[in-house]
């Protein structure tokens, strides 16, 4: 019954143009509205077992919030549960609390966004508690072996009690208080016995202190309005991030895993941990760096503070330079309806879904891959992820798995971040770099940018349902998207008028993993260039989708223009490309032949087809990229790239006022592939794996 009532009030919400799956994380207070039926602070009011949460969410001045319009989860101690946890804290009565104490308590257990236990899947919510942290998700059994949520490893939602629903949200009594830690990463870490090895390194390199920076202060969201655009004939409003965070994710092989591989590599643990650890890092990065005067200057013990000393470059490959806020955001969203079953914007039949991302060890980066096509399966689980895998035709590289959590009695992530444990050693070694990197690197935009995968910008929202058209709409209750301030994305600079816009992720947009980066007006926009894994040639490659309402822009490598200015407009069956012939027959009928010669006949006009795998979706359909005219890859420019220089791409604006004020140019994935890939010219052959 409670389901079929969580059913109908959001039947009734979407008759009144309500829908309830909002990532507002302050809902505006003209949206509020009262309803004749009881409300979320009525809920807990009207019952004697919850006083104590009632008075906590009064002492937080958050009783009113609860009363009005919203769309609230609200995770609920009672009584008994409150006693348990004050009397760990040695208090008597909720009255001990202090003011500050009741609204972090409150802040806790609240997430403004509704959320049934059908909508929690492994790894985080997508919306962070009213205290901006996330709260984790795992599957367990109760004490009847009743299968039931456990959030943060901690507190089981009831079985008996769950899914209860109001006028405002969802209430999901629980057996325990829910608790953050409130140090810093580095800390979280220390406190974990179980990879105390890979801790004594992090200190002894210095790396330590690294990990301490949660969020920059000068950045101040007040001074930053809203801003309009129009795409295509879609009207959306973004807004400024409204903070800027630091944030770190490590990846740690525990003792045990770190033993065994010393073994294996014929290195002694001995007492000392971080002389054992320094000896394995100089036989894994030996024969990458050993040429390398800056490597073989700092290749001693006494020299493990150096960014360039094997240890320290050990350690620091184990950390992202962001916070990914679960172990289900190493990869693309996964979205399980109708016709869809898998990764937004991926058939996962076809593409193992993967992201790369920069590493704290300078200009490197890690790919993490989940599992999903079966004839590449090689030693995986299907729907594991792994990190620096490749198991194809040429290459069977298992990579090292990451394990979802740790054990309950150890805490997993911090205000700035969060570790995963992983089953083998993690290292920028010689197969890495030459063997799972030798490929094409794959990047969708939004991991380009740390900031907004530690912003939680990323893959935030509902991708089943669209933005509302009114620019008048500011609740944002199917997600955000984001306009960027000059100076808040590090290693990007904004010349002139120019936004940059970040767009959530939508399954009916023409975009990979559903969402894109749109630069507006009169943009000059540069990015540094993500590394790449050993010096050479590289092509690189935009993937976007042209429409009639882009504009035309000037591609410049290193301040060096680029060929000519790229038309955002033309589509692949234009007759400058190939006309109406682009669509006598798809890709999947066309022999291997037709397929290497298509390949090539664009490839000389410096075009490639839509990513093979890609897709987009209107609920009932799937269309992919490779079909489509719209959805194709333009060379940006084939340049010769040193590893240990950061390269720099420059975007112009060069449309005329005829093309409206907005001059749109998308920038969805971006590909750095090198010459051993894009550089086939045997008879018959092509790129494999488009």
Same mark, same amino acid.
């Given at each position: 019954?409670?389901?079929?009532?969580?059913?109908?009030?959001?039947?009734?919400?979407?008759?009144?143009?309500?829908?309830?799956?909002?990532?507002?994380?302050?809902?505006?207070?003209?949206?509020?509205?009262?309803?004749?039926?009881?409300?979320?602070?009525?809920?807990?009011?009207?019952?004697?077992?919850?006083?104590?949460?009632?008075?906590?969410?009064?002492?937080?001045?958050?009783?009113?919030?609860?009363?009005?319009?919203?769309?609230?989860?609200? +995770?609920?101690p009672s009584n008994e549960v409150m006693a348990k946890f004050l009397q760990k804290k040695g208090l008597n009565t909720v009255e001990d609390l202090t003011k500050e104490q009741c609204d972090t308590i409150a802040r806790t257990h609240l997430v403004n966004n509704m959320y049934a236990t059908l909508d929690m899947n492994d790894g985080t919510l997508n919306t962070a508690n009213l205290n901006k942290r996330y709260i984790q998700i795992t599957h367990t059994v109760d004490d009847n072996l009743n299968s039931v949520v456990e959030l943060n490893r901690m507190s089981k939602i009831?079985?008996?009690?769950?899914?209860?629903? #109001?006028?405002?949200?969802?209430?999901?009594?629980?057996?325990?208080?829910?608790?953050?830690?409130?140090?810093?990463?580095?800390?979280?870490?220390?406190?974990?016995?179980?990879?105390?090895?890979?801790?004594?390194?992090?200190?002894?390199? @210095?790396?330590?202190?690294?990990?301490?920076?949660?969020?920059?202060?000068?950045?101040?969201?007040? &001074?930053?309005?809203?801003? /309009?655009?129009?795409?295509?004939?879609?009207?959306?409003?973004?807004?400024?991030?409204?903070?800027?965070?630091?944030?770190?994710?490590?990846?740690?092989?525990?003792?045990?895993?770190?033993?065994?591989?010393? /073994?294996?590599?014929?290195?002694?643990? @001995?007492?000392?941990?971080?002389?054992?650890?320094?000896?394995?890092?100089?036989?894994? !990065?030996?024969?990458?760096?050993? $040429?390398?005067?800056?490597?073989?200057?700092?290749?001693?013990?006494?020299?493990?503070?150096?960014?360039?000393?094997?240890? $320290?470059?050990?350690?620091?490959?184990?950390?992202?330079?962001?916070? #990914?806020?679960?172990?289900?955001?190493?990869?693309?969203?996964?979205?399980?309806?109708?016709?869809?079953?898998?990764?937004?914007?991926?058939?996962?039949?076809?593409?193992?879904?993967?992201?790369?991302?920069?590493?704290?060890?300078?200009?490197?980066?890690?790919?993490?891959?989940?599992?999903?096509?079966?004839? +590449?399966?090689?030693?995986?689980?299907?729907? &594991?992820?792994? #990190?620096?895998?490749?198991?194809?035709?040429?290459?069977?590289?298992?990579?090292?798995?990451?394990?979802?959590?740790?054990?309950?009695?150890?805490?997993?992530?911090?205000?700035? @971040?969060?570790?995963?444990?992983?089953?083998?050693?993690?290292?920028?070694?010689?197969?890495? &770099?030459?063997?799972?990197?030798?490929?094409?690197?794959?990047?969708?935009?939004?991991?380009?940018?740390?900031?907004?995968?530690?912003?939680?910008?990323?893959?935030?929202?509902?991708?089943?349902?669209?933005?509302?058209?009114?620019?008048?709409?500011?609740?944002?209750?199917?997600?955000?998207?984001?306009?960027?301030? %000059?100076?808040?994305?590090?290693?990007?600079?904004?010349?002139? $008028?120019?936004?940059?816009?970040?767009?959530?992720?939508?399954?009916?947009?023409?975009?990979?993993?559903?969402?894109?980066? $749109?630069?507006?007006?009169?943009?000059?926009?540069?990015?540094?260039?993500?590394?790449?894994?050993?010096?050479?040639?590289?092509?690189?490659?935009?993937?976007?989708?042209?429409?009639?309402?882009?504009?035309?822009?000037?591609?410049?490598?290193? @301040?060096?223009?680029?060929?000519?200015?790229?038309?955002?407009?033309?589509?692949?069956?234009?007759? /400058?490309?190939?006309?109406?012939?682009?669509?006598?027959?798809?890709?999947?009928?066309?022999?291997?032949?037709?397929?290497?010669?298509? &390949? %090539?006949?664009?490839?000389?006009?410096?075009?490639?087809?839509?990513?093979?795998?890609?897709?987009?979706?209107?609920?009932?359909?799937?269309?992919?990229?490779?079909?489509?005219?719209?959805?194709?890859?333009?060379?940006?420019?084939?340049?010769?790239?040193?590893? %240990?220089?950061?390269?720099?791409?420059?975007?112009?604006?060069?449309?005329?006022?005829?093309?409206?004020?907005?001059?749109?140019?998308?920038?969805? !994935?971006?590909?750095?592939?090198?010459?051993?890939?894009?550089?086939?010219?045997?008879?018959?052959?092509?790129?494999?794996?488009?």
């Amino acid at each position: 019954m409670k389901r079929i009532k969580y059913f109908l009030l959001c039947a009734l919400c979407a008759m009144n143009g309500l829908l309830l799956t909002g990532c507002s994380d302050d809902p505006s207070a003209e949206n509020f509205y009262t309803f004749t039926g009881e409300m979320m602070s009525d809920y807990i009011n009207n019952r004697p077992e919850y006083s104590d949460f009632a008075y906590i969410v009064d002492q937080a001045d958050l009783t009113d919030l609860l009363s009005a319009y919203g769309h609230y989860t609200c +995770f609920l101690p009672s009584n008994e549960v409150m006693a348990k946890f004050l009397q760990k804290k040695g208090l008597n009565t909720v009255e001990d609390l202090t003011k500050e104490q009741c609204d972090t308590i409150a802040r806790t257990h609240l997430v403004n966004n509704m959320y049934a236990t059908l909508d929690m899947n492994d790894g985080t919510l997508n919306t962070a508690n009213l205290n901006k942290r996330y709260i984790q998700i795992t599957h367990t059994v109760d004490d009847n072996l009743n299968s039931v949520v456990e959030l943060n490893r901690m507190s089981k939602i009831i079985f008996e009690l769950k899914d209860d629903s #109001v006028e405002n949200g969802i209430v999901h009594p629980i057996d325990m208080v829910l608790e953050n830690s409130n140090s810093s990463i580095a800390d979280v870490i220390k406190d974990n016995d179980r990879i105390s090895m890979f801790y004594d390194c992090l200190v002894a390199t @210095g790396l330590r202190d690294t990990l301490i920076k949660v969020k920059d202060e000068k950045y101040d969201a007040s &001074q930053y309005g809203t801003y /309009s655009y129009t795409s295509d004939f879609w009207h959306e409003i973004a807004v400024a991030p409204d903070e800027k965070k630091y944030g770190y994710t490590v990846f740690v092989e525990p003792d045990d895993v770190m033993k065994a591989k010393l /073994s294996e590599y014929g290195v002694s643990a @001995g007492a000392d941990n971080v002389r054992a650890i320094y000896d394995l890092a100089c036989k894994i !990065y030996d024969p990458v760096f050993g $040429n390398d005067t800056d490597y073989q200057a700092a290749h001693d013990f006494d020299k493990i503070t150096d960014r360039n000393n094997p240890l $320290n470059m050990f350690v620091a490959y184990h950390i992202l330079t962001r916070d #990914v806020i679960g172990w289900n955001k190493l990869t693309p969203i996964e979205i399980h309806s109708g016709i869809v079953d898998g990764a937004i914007g991926i058939k996962t039949d076809k593409m193992n879904p993967n992201d790369w991302y920069e590493t704290l060890m300078p200009r490197t980066m890690m790919k993490i891959e989940q599992a999903t096509v079966r004839s +590449f399966l090689g030693n995986a689980e299907i729907g &594991q992820r792994y #990190v620096n895998r490749r198991v194809d035709e040429k290459y069977q590289i298992d990579g090292a798995k990451i394990l979802p959590t740790v054990e309950d009695k150890y805490i997993q992530d911090a205000p700035n @971040g969060r570790y995963f444990y992983v089953d083998d050693i993690v290292a920028f070694s010689y197969d890495t &770099q030459n063997k799972v990197m030798n490929d094409r690197i794959r990047m969708d935009f939004a991991t380009i940018f740390p900031e907004v995968m530690t912003m939680n910008m990323r893959l935030n929202g509902d991708p089943k349902k669209d933005d509302e058209s009114s620019k008048a709409d500011q609740t944002f209750k199917n997600g955000k998207n984001y306009w960027f301030p %000059k100076g808040y994305l590090d290693n990007v600079t904004m010349r002139g $008028n120019g936004t940059l816009v970040y767009r959530r992720p939508h399954w009916n947009f023409w975009s990979y993993e559903g969402d894109e980066f $749109n630069l507006f007006g009169d943009y000059d926009f540069s990015f540094r260039l993500p590394p790449v894994p050993y010096e050479g040639d590289y092509q690189i490659r935009l993937g976007f989708c042209a429409l009639d309402t882009r504009g035309v822009a000037q591609i410049y490598f290193d @301040g060096k223009p680029q060929g000519i200015p790229v038309d955002m407009r033309k589509r692949l069956d234009d007759e /400058s490309v190939m006309g109406a012939t682009f669509g006598v027959s798809t890709w999947a009928n066309m022999t291997d032949e037709e397929k290497a010669e298509d &390949q %090539k006949m664009l490839k000389n006009l410096g075009y490639y087809r839509g990513a093979y795998g890609g897709y987009h979706s209107n609920g009932s359909v799937i269309n992919e990229f490779v079909d489509n005219p719209r959805t194709y890859r333009l060379v940006l420019c084939t340049v010769h790239i040193n590893p %240990k220089t950061d390269h720099y791409i420059r975007i112009r604006c060069t449309s005329t006022s005829k093309l409206g004020n907005n001059n749109e140019f998308m920038m969805d !994935y971006l590909e750095i592939v090198p010459k051993s890939v894009y550089g086939v010219n045997t008879a018959g052959s092509m790129e494999t794996d488009l």
